[in-house]
Protein backbone atom coordinates (compact mmCIF):
# COMPACT_ATOMS: atom_id res chain seq x y z
CA UNK A 1 0.00 0.00 0.00
CA UNK A 2 3.12 2.09 0.20
CA UNK A 3 2.64 3.05 -3.51
CA UNK A 4 -0.63 5.33 -2.61
CA UNK A 5 0.47 8.66 -3.66
CA UNK A 6 -1.03 12.07 -2.33
CA UNK A 7 -4.17 11.74 -5.31
CA UNK A 8 -5.10 8.63 -4.44
CA UNK A 9 -5.49 9.25 -0.82
CA UNK A 10 -7.42 12.04 -1.81
CA UNK A 11 -9.50 10.07 -3.80
CA UNK A 12 -10.13 7.81 -0.95
CA UNK A 13 -10.90 10.27 1.62
CA UNK A 14 -13.61 12.07 -0.90
CA UNK A 15 -15.15 8.73 -1.80
CA UNK A 16 -15.31 8.22 1.54
CA UNK A 17 -17.41 11.10 2.36
CA UNK A 18 -19.24 10.51 -0.59
CA UNK A 19 -19.08 7.34 -2.44
CA UNK A 20 -21.83 8.61 -5.33
CA UNK A 21 -19.87 11.87 -5.95
CA UNK A 22 -19.89 12.00 -9.75
CA UNK A 23 -16.53 11.43 -11.23
CA UNK A 24 -16.46 14.93 -13.01
CA UNK A 25 -17.11 16.26 -9.67
CA UNK A 26 -14.66 13.83 -8.15
CA UNK A 27 -11.90 15.02 -10.84
CA UNK A 28 -12.31 18.27 -10.10
CA UNK A 29 -11.83 18.00 -6.09
CA UNK A 30 -8.48 16.11 -6.56
CA UNK A 31 -6.96 17.71 -9.24
CA UNK A 32 -7.44 15.37 -12.30
CA UNK A 33 -8.93 15.43 -15.56
CA UNK A 34 -12.37 13.42 -15.45
CA UNK A 35 -10.53 9.92 -17.40
CA UNK A 36 -7.08 9.86 -15.08
CA UNK A 37 -9.70 10.12 -11.98
CA UNK A 38 -11.57 7.13 -13.37
CA UNK A 39 -8.24 5.16 -14.15
CA UNK A 40 -7.35 5.64 -10.90
CA UNK A 41 -10.52 4.73 -9.71
CA UNK A 42 -10.31 1.83 -11.23
CA UNK A 43 -6.98 0.75 -10.31
CA UNK A 44 -7.76 0.89 -6.66
CA UNK A 45 -11.18 -1.53 -7.28
CA UNK A 46 -8.82 -3.46 -9.19
CA UNK A 47 -6.29 -3.99 -6.64
CA UNK A 48 -8.94 -4.45 -3.83
CA UNK A 49 -8.43 -1.27 -2.17
CA UNK A 50 -11.99 0.13 -2.33
CA UNK A 51 -13.68 -3.31 -2.10
CA UNK A 52 -17.48 -1.82 -2.01
CA UNK A 53 -19.31 1.42 -1.72
CA UNK A 54 -21.96 1.80 0.58
CA UNK A 55 -24.93 3.62 1.96
CA UNK A 56 -24.73 5.83 5.40
CA UNK A 57 -27.97 4.84 7.12
CA UNK A 58 -29.62 7.06 9.99
CA UNK A 59 -30.29 4.30 12.54
CA UNK A 60 -32.62 6.02 14.60
CA UNK A 61 -34.71 5.94 11.50
CA UNK A 62 -34.36 2.26 11.54
CA UNK A 63 -35.87 2.00 15.45
CA UNK A 64 -32.36 1.53 16.45
CA UNK A 65 -32.29 2.96 19.85
CA UNK A 66 -29.70 1.20 21.43
CA UNK A 67 -25.95 0.54 20.17
CA UNK A 68 -24.02 -2.06 23.20
CA UNK A 69 -20.58 -2.53 22.56
CA UNK A 70 -19.43 -5.66 24.57
CA UNK A 71 -16.43 -7.44 25.45
CA UNK A 72 -16.58 -11.20 25.63
CA UNK A 73 -14.18 -13.68 27.45
CA UNK A 74 -14.51 -17.34 25.84
CA UNK A 75 -14.17 -20.52 28.84
CA UNK A 76 -11.72 -22.38 26.14
CA UNK A 77 -8.82 -20.28 23.89
CA UNK A 78 -9.30 -23.44 21.28
CA UNK A 79 -9.86 -23.09 17.63
CA UNK A 80 -12.76 -24.93 17.36
CA UNK A 81 -14.60 -22.94 20.55
CA UNK A 82 -13.48 -19.10 18.54
CA UNK A 83 -15.38 -20.85 14.92
CA UNK A 84 -18.12 -21.44 17.14
CA UNK A 85 -18.55 -18.38 18.74
CA UNK A 86 -18.13 -16.53 15.12
CA UNK A 87 -20.66 -18.91 13.75
CA UNK A 88 -23.27 -17.83 16.04
CA UNK A 89 -22.43 -14.01 15.94
CA UNK A 90 -22.75 -14.63 12.07
CA UNK A 91 -26.36 -16.04 13.08
CA UNK A 92 -27.50 -13.03 14.88
CA UNK A 93 -28.58 -10.13 13.02
CA UNK A 94 -28.03 -7.70 16.21
CA UNK A 95 -24.29 -8.29 15.88
CA UNK A 96 -23.43 -5.59 13.42
CA UNK A 97 -19.66 -5.98 14.00
CA UNK A 98 -17.73 -8.81 15.55
CA UNK A 99 -13.70 -7.89 16.28
CA UNK A 100 -11.25 -10.98 17.46
CA UNK A 101 -9.00 -8.83 19.78
CA UNK A 102 -5.98 -9.08 22.08
CA UNK A 103 -5.92 -8.28 25.86
CA UNK A 104 -8.17 -9.78 28.86
CA UNK A 105 -11.09 -10.75 26.60
CA UNK A 106 -10.92 -12.07 23.03
CA UNK A 107 -13.70 -10.36 21.21
CA UNK A 108 -15.48 -6.92 21.24
CA UNK A 109 -19.19 -7.08 19.50
CA UNK A 110 -21.66 -4.13 18.49
CA UNK A 111 -24.65 -4.58 19.12
CA UNK A 112 -27.66 -2.73 17.71
CA UNK A 113 -31.43 -3.09 18.95
CA UNK A 114 -34.48 -1.50 19.20
CA UNK A 115 -34.51 -0.72 23.44
CA UNK A 116 -33.55 -2.03 26.45
CA UNK A 117 -35.93 -4.66 26.33
CA UNK A 118 -34.32 -5.86 23.13
CA UNK A 119 -31.03 -5.62 24.44
CA UNK A 120 -31.60 -8.19 27.44
CA UNK A 121 -33.49 -10.53 25.01
CA UNK A 122 -30.17 -10.61 23.07
CA UNK A 123 -28.13 -10.79 25.84
CA UNK A 124 -30.08 -13.48 27.91
CA UNK A 125 -31.34 -15.49 24.77
CA UNK A 126 -28.22 -15.26 22.29
CA UNK A 127 -24.99 -14.47 23.47
CA UNK A 128 -26.07 -15.98 27.06
CA UNK A 129 -26.62 -19.69 25.41
CA UNK A 130 -23.36 -19.42 23.47
CA UNK A 131 -21.76 -22.62 25.23
CA UNK A 132 -18.51 -21.02 24.63
CA UNK A 133 -19.00 -17.43 26.27
CA UNK A 134 -17.22 -17.26 29.89
CA UNK A 135 -17.88 -13.68 30.10
CA UNK A 136 -20.03 -10.79 29.03
CA UNK A 137 -19.41 -6.96 29.98
CA UNK A 138 -21.94 -4.23 28.37
CA UNK A 139 -20.61 -0.73 27.84
CA UNK A 140 -23.82 1.21 26.02
CA UNK A 141 -22.99 3.55 23.76
CA UNK A 142 -24.49 7.11 25.17
CA UNK A 143 -23.62 9.16 21.89
CA UNK A 144 -20.91 9.09 18.96
CA UNK A 145 -19.08 12.47 18.30
CA UNK A 146 -17.10 10.48 16.10
CA UNK A 147 -18.23 7.94 13.93
CA UNK A 148 -17.07 7.24 10.23
CA UNK A 149 -19.20 3.79 9.50
CA UNK A 150 -20.99 4.17 6.77
Request: glycine letters at 6%; proline letters at 3%; one cysteine or more.
Amino acid sequence: MSDLDKINNNILRELGRDGRITNIDLAEKVGLSPSACLRRVQDLERRNIITGYKAVVNRAAMGIGITAFITVGLSRHQKQDQDAFERAMEHAPEVRECHNVTGSFEYILRVEVTDLESYKEFHTNILGTVPQVNSISSHICMGSPKDERA
